[in-house]
């Protein structure tokens, strides 16, 4: 209870400092003169632009104002961005990305994300990355509509491009420091830039974060009662210009996250009937009750360890912990970039990237388990024992290498182009010990080996990606100019799937794969050329026009989740009708994009305020999905017939003459739909079309509003109030029926304080997020091992508040 009110009194003092402060900015209104909005730079067509004169929509947020909220994660962009959605952590691909109501499932790392990663002129695969949050970034973008031809084959629905500092020219050092009451975590980090000597620079960053609580879990008797994690993150980037004309930039990064378990911020909803569904095995012959309590708005949660018969022995010396959770990842990642200027009208870069990735999650997805007074399994009573089941030990593991040059001129005339080509060469090993049926809680460990998994199994994807581009921009008139251009992209991918072992009951008595099953190889290829047209018109100096035809393309493939049951003994036949016929269930088609934007982008009177706003309409065909078969315990990769996303954005910033204040904000209008028949269980009955539904994550109205104020107050110190307000009306969570979770509209509210020094030398912090605990739904799907008339389902929620104090230093 002291902790609940010293938490209340800490938020209600800071609400009240800034709410007090920015009233007495109100009323001193000083005759000094008046600021301008300083130019934002882009590299939204991979060249630096003005985000004013760019013909597509992008916002910009720049690493200050994310460090003001501590905003080190994904999720903390949304604030600024309201059609962009973002759901970390699980297994599979780690990640969920989403604009205007378009994205991937991150169940799997099957496919690539609709929402491009661009980290520093690299296009990254993994989703994984955005686990263990950003830093020591420079700026943010967030390109919308499809980008394929400056972004290539992953960019359908829009790219996230984050930047990173760069050297300095003299030497500084800063170092921070923060500590969260909510989740009792805290964050250490520091950097060090400058110049080693006249053409070679250098900036090293790190940071550390340990978080203790993330979730307290009322499960009683599990290893961790309190799920936390810890996350590193270390940057090195080297910067040599050895000439006017050449440069060439080094950047190494490591990623590392740890956690206890793959599953953050699941709750289970009890459904019409509001009573905790069993866990049903082998269609009621075991009977687990639930063990959780319904609640879905406090912060506690029921996440059991798994179930011990089954934690007893993994394959092939996997590592089960004693059955309980954990989840590691290991990323490697660095980018080379070279620009040499050729000639004064002609330059040439190169762009190289490397990554590395190692993860491995091991959880009870059952999400649900406690053994009752009558729960006797193989002679022992487990009353009040934690008795997960489906557990999983999943090895996800990439290997990324690409490579791109450009040419870009510079002339005085009027046309210019930029030419380009690009190879992507990616491995990803997905290699897993499963328990769908729970054999080992059944019928005991496999009678040959003691195994206590169902199964063990590998899916190696190896992808061979070309592609070429050209684009032209050409200038009409001095005020009206014309740009366009166009991307090939061919990809390959082959699978190879083998299963080392698989429960002998299973194989013997259910037709599953025998122990030692090779498939032959499954292959996919596909091309696209994907064009791209805009016209811009500069209506007076600072108002810009523009309309924009687009196209975008994501490559199908190969869906890594195949169960190894008796069809997909299939691809080992030696009829090459049944492999083609086999292999064919598994191979999802490639998504495309096409359609339209205009907007206009202008500043006003004396570029004191900035207002952007676009309408678009874009139709998304095959769109990639990925449905959870709770019956089955399996995920299926599809692809729905079409969805049409289209609405309005608004982005605007104002300096209303009051030194040190400005205001900014943005708001949305999003329809994004099924417009043609989707089936997301095409065997269910009755069947279920998704035609005229929304897409999940696709709130219709959405938008932020947020102010900054700057005062100085005593001899030389400066006082920094900022609060931020964002709003999202109601969505679905979930692509599986017309009556999925809806989450209801919210309204989240941030506040900081901070003061120091105006020199910046160091400043203290005092930063409040969410301050009215709304968790948000992000997305749902049906709780696993249900009996025929359960209807609980699985909701994942967003933070709650969080309350920092900060102190930082720089030299």
């Known amino acids: ?80 961005i309201p059609t962009l959605s973002v759901s970390c952590c699980g297994s599979g691909s780690g990640a969920q990305v989403s604009l205007r109501g378009v994205g991937s499932s991150y169940l799997s790392a099957a496919f ?103 979730l307290h879990n009322s499960i009683p008797g599990v290893g961790h009662p309190d799920r936390g994690e810890t996350n590193t993150n270390l940057r090195a980037t080297l910067q ?27 709750v289970l909803y009890c459904g019409a009937n509001g009573v905790a569904d069993p866990v049903s095995l082998s269609g009621g012959a075991l009977l687990i009750p639930g063990g959780y309590n319904c609640d879905i708005g406090g912060d506690r949660y029921s996440l059991p360890d798994v179930a011990p018969p089954l934690a007893l022995k993994a394959p092939f010396g996997g590592d089960t912990n004693g059955g309980v959770p954990y989840a590691s990842s290991d990323i490697y990642f660095g980018r080379l970039k070279f620009d040499w200027q050729i000639t004064d009208k002609l330059s040439l870069s190169s762009v190289t990237g490397l990554l590395d990735q190692k993860a491995t999650d091991f959880d009870a997805f059952s999400y649900a388990g406690v053994g009752g007074p009558t729960t006797v399994i193989g002679g022992v009573n487990y009353n009040g024992k934690s008795l997960g089941v489906g557990a999983a030990i999943a090895d996800n593991n990439l290997r990324q290498f690409g490579q791109e040059v450009r040419l870009t001129t510079s002339f005085d005339g009027p046309l210019n182009f930029m030419v380009g080509a690009f190879y992507e060469r990616r491995h990803i090993e997905f290699d897993t010990s499963q328990n769908a049926v729970n054999i080992a809680l059944l019928a005991g460990p496999d009678a040959i080996t003691g195994n206590t998994f169902d199964w063990y199994k590998t899916h190696s994807t190896h992808t061979d990606a070309y592609s070429a581009f050209g684009s032209l921009q050409y200038a009409i008139t001095d005020k009206l100019k014309l740009a366009g251009g166009v991307r090939w ?81 299939g691809l080992s036949s030696a009829d090459p009708v049944v492999r083609a016929q086999t292999a064919a269930a598994l191979v999802y088609n490639s998504e495309t994009a096409k359609g339209g934007e205009v907007g206009v982008k202008s500043q006003w009177f004396g570029r004191t305020l900035t207002l952007n706003a676009s309408i678009y309409d874009y139709v998304f065909k095959d769109l990639q999905v990925q449905i959870f078969d709770a019956k089955a315990i399996q995920f299926r990769t599809t692809n729905a017939g079409q969805l049409t996303s289209k609405g309005a954005d608004l982005d605007f910033q104002w300096l209303p003459g009051l030194p040190g204040l400005s205001i900014f904000g943005s708001a949305a209008y999003t329809d994004a739909k099924f417009s043609k028949s989707f089936r997301p269980d095409p065997v269910a009955a009755p069947l279920i079309d998704l035609k005229g539904r929304a897409s999940l994550g696709a709130p219709k109205w959405s938008g932020n509003v947020a102010a900054d104020f700057r005062r100085p107050v005593g001899s030389g110190y ?94």
Do not use: C
Not at 7 to 30: K, Q, W
Not at 251 to 257: A, E, I, W
Not at 515 to 542: C, K, M, R, T
């Open 489 to 569: 992209t061919k990809e390959k991918k082959v699978q190879d799937i083998k299963i080392p072992f698989d429960n002998i009951i299973l194989s013997s008595a259910l037709g599953f794969a025998p122990s030692g099953f090779v498939a032959q190889p499954i292959h996919f290829d596909d091309s696209n050329v994907s064009p791209e047209v805009s016209l811009s018109y500069q209506a007076a100096d600072d108002v810009n026009l523009y309309a924009a035809y687009k196209t975008g393309f994501k490559s199908g493939g190969i869906d890594n989740s195949a169960l190894p049951s008796n069809a997909l003994k």
């Open 240 to 266: 040599f210009n050895p000439s006017s004309s050449f440069s060439a930039n080094l950047k190494l990064n490591y990623v590392g996250r740890k956690a206890d378990g793959a599953i953050r911020n699941s």
């Open 1 to 80: 209870m002291a902790r609940h009110l010293n938490r209340v009194s800490m938020v209600t003092a800071l609400g009240s400092f800034v709410l007090l402060n920015l009233g007495a900015a109100a009323r001193a209104a000083d005759a000094g003169g008046a600021a301008t909005i300083e130019e934002v730079v882009v590299t939204a067509r991979k060249q630096s632009e003005s985000l004013q004169k760019v013909p597509l929509a992008v916002t910009a947020v720049s690493g200050a104002d994310l460090a003001r909220f501590q905003y080190d994660k994904p999720e903390g962009v949304m604030s600024r």
């Open 718 to 811: 400066e006082l920094d109030l900022t609060g931020n307000l964002q709003y999202r009306s109601s969505y679905y969570t979930r692509n599986g029926a017309p009556d999925d979770y809806v989450q209801g509209s919210t309204a989240l509210i941030d506040l900081a304080a901070s003061i120091g020094p105006e020199t910046g030398r160091w400043k203290v912090s005092l930063i409040g997020t969410n301050l009215t605990d709304k968790r948000t739904v992000t997305t749902s799907g049906p709780r696993p091992f249900l009996s025929p008339t359960g209807d609980d389902i699985i909701l994942n929620l967003s933070d709650g508040r969080k309350v920092y104090v900060q102190a930082s230093v720089k030299f």
């Open 112 to 214: 690539d994300s609709a929402v491009a990663l661009d980290f520093d002129g690299v296009v990254v695969s993994s989703m994984r990355v955005l686990q263990s949050g950003f830093f020591d970034v420079r700026q943010v973008e967030v390109l919308k509509g499809p980008q394929s031809l400056y972004f290539g084959k992953s960019a359908s629905a829009g790219v996230m491009s984050f930047k990173s500092a760069d050297p300095t020219d003299h030497w500084e050092y800063g170092a921070k420091g923060s500590y969260e009451f909510e989740q009792r975590g805290y964050t250490a980090e520091a950097y060090a830039s400058g110049p080693l000597s006249d053409t070679v620079g250098l900036r090293i960053a790190a940071k550390y974060n340990k978080i203790d609580e993330v």
